[in-house]
DNA sequence: GTGCCCATGTAATCTGTTACATGATTAG
DNA sequence: CTAATCATGTAACAGATTACATGGGCAC
């Protein structure tokens, strides 16, 4: 199971039954834009958990437009626990562009890095600023605010060191 | 230019002149796995970046293997330092396999979900031992280190306070 | 009835992964 | 000499991105 499987799983499971274009708005509108959500990723993610039975499709009436409602099967809950509890994954690292970066930032001329430094700070405090005037109403995205709270505050303590 | 490419300039350029071999075995041992190094994608990158003359291959004497010193043209240097500096990708928030789980864990039963975490924090400590016990000599290796034991540190916190 | 969003999908392309292939060098 | 490692690459494949295509529902 891909990691974008395993969410748009946990998306049916946390959401309730939806259709394949509420999930891509989800994650379109989402505050960890891991993914773009774009119709390319998630419909044939939708159409591999389908044929996997690990998600079940019910028709809605009075929608000429083939709408289906989803919903993850008993399988697809069982599979999405293994994928929850998949320690070595979940423990995981992940893909930080400010890590990758972070390194050569030495590298630049002094002038130039302090122009950076402060232009991330600004970034950071602004991105900070707009979680915190954000409502945290769903459970889900609540969550996900708090480790990106604590995310942008870890790299604006580093930041402010590098000064 | 690709967040692989751009990684792999600044390997370039902190570690002067290597071969691609010895750029792939910095990202086999690196700390931030993010990416394999494995050849089918290190190779292809530099083949790429040579394409486009940000990066020089000078040939090494008595090597049968066709062993090549790869350095940054001062193009490449150019194009790294706009990487670098583009603040929008680099104060993205990347991917992480915790925060996409994270959102779904209190869907487990109880009993499951303590288990995890329980588990999870014996492996985040774990890493955190691991990290501490190595040495931090390479100035790029110390930086990712540091910000790798500040997301540790993040991740047990959360996960100390839903015990 | 004409736009605009809803809703589903496909096609071309890019990049990374695993696995494989090939040959040079060196340690024992 | 033989085995392990150094060193470079390719092939098949999987998954994501952008852009495109198609058509239903609804507001004005």
Redesign the pocket.
């Known amino acids: 199971m891909?990691?974008?499987e395993g969410a748009i799983l946990g998306v049916l499971r946390r959401g309730g039954a939806m259709?394949?274009?509420?999930v891509?708005q989800v994650f379109l509108v989402s505050q960890s834009d891991e993914?773009?959500g774009?119709?390319?990723?998630v419909?044939?993610?939708?159409?591999?958990l389908q044929k996997a039975k690990l998600v079940a499709a019910a028709a809605q009436k009075?929608?000429?437009?083939?709408?289906?409602a989803l919903t993850p099967t008993r399988a697809g809950l069982a599979a999405h626990d293994d994928w929850l509890c998949d320690v070595v994954r979940a423990a995981g690292p992940g893909s930080d562009p400010f890590r990758t970066r972070a390194p050569s930032w030495s590298k630049l001329p002094a002038a130039q890095r302090r122009t950076l430094i402060a232009a991330l700070i600004e970034e950071m405090e602004r991105q900070r600023a707009a979680v915190r005037a954000n409502p945290l109403d769903d459970s889900g995205d609540a969550v996900i605010q708090e480790l990106n709270l604590a995310l942008l505050d870890t790299r604006l303590n580093w930041l402010k060191r590098q000064r």
């Open positions: 891909t990691e974008l259709s394949a274009y509420a891509r993914w773009s774009s119709a390319g990723a419909y044939p993610a939708i159409a591999r009075a929608d000429g437009r083939g709408t289906k």
